[in-house]
Structure formats: structure tokens, C-alpha cells
T-cell receptor
């Protein structure tokens, strides 16, 4: 069966460091992958999309990589800030290109 | 744009009662999705509409759940009768395209449902 695994339930880092979150998938051949941010009591917010022919994508302090051979995406936040503390979800398209989500990684950035 | 609007924000109901959750998608978005989020199972897709037509309802847990989209600006998710295991946060999301183009979803703030 198809699975999306975000390998860390929680990640704690110090302000200013780079946070790296991992998304692994099995039994998928996605044409693209998305990352979302979710704050407590709120719905997920779309951050980035990366397509299968793109190795890397950047947006301000965010960087996403997509390795279709390893079936893995890495999500990096450089120069992290306490305001970056949230849960980050990866999502892949399913049969009808509706998105299925990983369980998320809760990131805490300590000052 | 006010974004995706869901109501109510919180709902507490007794087991056996009917519950109706409402969603107004972003104007111009032709795809609408209902998700349920719990600690145990994460975000699960319940049903997906494209141009007001249900495309995939395989995630609807059982016949107690039903969803409608009578027009492009309104959708409902109904649970009848409700059970304690239905307690979760229900999200509605919309997107400008249905298939293959990878647009990000815009989620509402969710309805936190508690069935006692």
C-alpha cells in the first residue's frame, strides 16, 4: 500500500540553525510533492511545490529537494526563528491528483 | 478574498444527533475537498468535488457520512447519526484546478467536532 512517512514526530533546534525535515514515500510515483505548514488550531498553509523534474526549489529561507530515486524529499529552513515553530506536512498526489498527507513533523525553534 | 470559510468553528453534540458542517470555497476555485484530522490518523481525505461533482468519496467512513455541493460557492458535510468516534477536526480546502497541475490547497480554519 502507499505510504508517506515523515520520520520525526518532533524536532527541536536552536534559533539560527538549519532545520531539516524528511519525507519518505513508498509505492508512489508522484509527479510533484507539496509542503505545508500547520499552526495549532489552524488549517494547513501551502508553502512549496516541487515537480519530479526539479531537484531543488527555494523560497526565501526555505529549500526543498526531491529525489525520486530515493523516494524522498527534504525540507530545510535556514536561519531558523522561533516564529518557524509549527508542524510541517508533506503531501503527495493520489489517484485523482487529490493530495494525501504525511503525519507531520512538529518543529520547535528555541531562542 | 476571505479565504475558505467554514462554520461552525466548534460543535459539541450528543451521540445520535445530526451534524452539518458548512464550507464556502474561494471564488473561482473549482475543486473542493473535505478532510478529517485526528491525532491517531492525521489528515484523511473524505471526499473530493470537481466542478461541484463528487469525484472520489472512497474516504467517507460509512453511510452515516454524506456530502453535497449544490453550487460552486457552498458545500456541506453531514453526519447522521453522529458517534463519539466521529470527534475530530474537519477541514474544507479548495484549489483552482482539479487534475494534474499541482496547485496548492487553501484550507479553512476547520470545525472541531466533539460528540459526547
Amino acid at each position: 500500500s502507499q505510504k508517506i512517512e515523515q520520520n520525526s514526530e518532533a524536532l527541536n533546534i536552536q534559533e539560527g540553525k538549519t532545520a531539516t525535515l524528511t519525507c519518505n514515500y513508498t509505492n508512489y510515483s508522484p509527479a510533484y510533492l507539496q509542503w505545508y505548514r500547520q499552526d495549532p488550531g489552524r488549517g494547513p498553509v501551502f508553502l512549496l511545490l516541487i515537480r519530479e523534474n526539479e531537484k531543488e526549489k527555494r523560497k526565501e529561507r526555505l529549500k526543498v529537494t526531491f529525489d525520486t530515486t530515493l523516494k524522498q524529499s527534504l525540507f530545510h529552513i535556514t536561519a531558523s526563528q522561533p516564529a518557524d515553530s509549527a508542524t510541517y506536512l508533506c503531501a503527495l498526489p493520489y489517484n485523482n491528483n487529490d493530495m494525501r498527507f504525511g503525519a507531520g513533523t512538529r518543529l520547535t525553534v528555541k531562542p | 478574498d476571505a479565504g475558505v470559510i467554514q462554520s461552525p468553528r466548534h460543535e459539541v453534540t450528543e451521540m445520535g444527533q445530526e451534524v452539518t458542517l458548512r464550507c464556502k470555497p474561494i471564488s473561482g476555485h473549482n475543486s473542493l475537498f473535505w478532510y478529517r484530522q485526528t491525532m491517531m490518523r492525521g489528515l484523511e481525505l473524505l471526499i473530493y468535488f470537481n466542478n461541484n461533482v463528487p469525484i472520489d468519496d472512497s474516504g467517507m467512513p460509512e453511510d452515516r457520512f454524506s456530502a453535497k455541493m449544490p453550487n460552486a460557492s457552498f458545500s456541506t458535510l453531514k453526519i447522521q447519526p453522529s458517534e463519539p468516534r466521529d470527534s475530530a477536526v474537519y477541514f474544507c480546502a479548495s484549489s483552482p484546478m482539479g487534475r494534474g497541475l499541482g496547485y496548492g490547497y487553501t484550507f479553512g480554519s476547520g470545525t472541531r467536532l466533539t460528540v459526547v
